[in-house]
């Protein structure tokens, strides 16, 4: 058994169970080894990037700010959803939504296909498998992040995400819960269509959180020309986030790998650590509480809506 297992097996025993059965709750106890596993991962996800993002920001500091309350919020943020409570929600709803819907499917005769269904020549060839989820993966993300900046009402949403003038490798999970939402349904659709091995490779989604999260530093660090165009850098996708000079365009979608912009011509290398931002975020947005950042989302993407419904052509706001 891996250590992460051992770990969660012991807390959840020694410290969930305890209080589950003093609250009568022992109903959710499956539920709540998941949720511990789930977040010691997140915790080990925290302590990789602060062992490696934060000397990087001390030595290689891009900006310094007089007051870092806008930091503050993004890792509360980062806390939610990593060791909070998203990691319950996802679980609880992810793993038991694929559960009941695979169910309901096979039923009803629809077999979930799985890469080695599709593909027979990868039976037995565990890591080529996994390396081609990967890459299937994130080319998903890739268009799930470039459709949202491409329809004003999911850029209402998305914007919460750049609003942020005070990047830090905090920042990759403020998001608004409810585009986490449809980049939940997304990967589920996603997962019905090829089939995602539910936490099969905990350690490798432990590294691409990390890779996401480093991708925000706000550091001056370049993997070099051939580098940086087989791995993200924080100078690759702080030119998705830095604000547009007149004719520039939105690029680098990408969350891992720079293939997909590459392949799909969003790609641009020549974008020197711009500052970051959105000018049409409202102010609750940028320097609001966490909860005024989520309630100036909601406004936001009800104003998209009413434009669309006048008949407005329903174009994303001016991307970042
Ligand atoms: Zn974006
Ligand atoms: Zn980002």
Redo the contacts with the bound molecule.
């Keep these: 058994m891996d250590p992460f297992s051992t770990a969660a097996g012991w807390l959840h025993e020694n410290c969930l169970i305890p209080v589950l059965y003093q609250l009568d709750l022992m109903q959710w106890e499956e539920i709540g080894y998941g949720w511990v596993l789930v977040a010691l991962y997140g915790v080990a996800q925290v302590l990789l990037m602060l062992a490696v993002c934060w000397p990087m920001e001390r030595f290689r500091r891009l900006e310094h700010w007089p007051d870092n309350r806008a930091v503050t919020v993004d890792i509360f943020y980062t806390l939610l959803n990593r060791i909070g409570v998203m990691p319950l929600v996802t679980f609880v709803l992810f793993y038991q939504l694929q559960v009941w819907l695979t169910g309901w499917l096979t039923d009803n005769g629809y077999v979930p296909p799985t890469l080695e269904g599709i593909f027979p020549w990868l039976m037995g060839k565990q890591w080529l498998t996994l390396i081609i989820y990967v890459l299937i993966l994130d080319c998903a993300d890739y268009w799930r992040?470039r459709l949202?900046?491409r329809f004003g009402w999911w850029y209402a949403l998305?914007s919460v995400?750049?609003a942020q003038k005070q990047m830090t490798f905090w920042s990759d999970d403020r998001n608004h819960v409810l585009d986490d939402v449809v980049a939940f349904i997304w990967f589920l659709a996603l997962g019905l269509l090829i089939g995602i091995p539910p936490m099969q490779f905990p350690v490798i989604i432990l590294i691409l959180r990390f890779l996401e999260g480093m991708s925000h530093a706000n550091a001056r660090v370049s993997f070099g020309a051939i580098g940086e165009r087989l791995l993200i850098s924080p100078r690759f996708h702080r030119a998705?986030?830095g604000i547009l000079a007149a004719g520039q365009k939105?690029c680098n979608?990408g969350a891992t790998f720079p293939f997909w912009d590459i392949l799909f011509g969003t790609a641009d290398f020549s974008r020197d650590y711009a500052q970051t931002g959105d000018p049409s975020a409202p102010a609750a947005m940028v320097t609001g509480s966490w909860w005024q950042q989520q309630v100036a989302g909601f406004a936001r993407l009800g104003r998209a809506l009413t434009r669309r419904r006048r008949g407005a052509p329903a174009r994303a706001m001016p991307?970042p």
Excluded: P
Aim: no cysteine; proline share 0%.
């Design positions: 992040h949202s900046h998305h995400h750049h998705h986030h939105s979608y991307a």
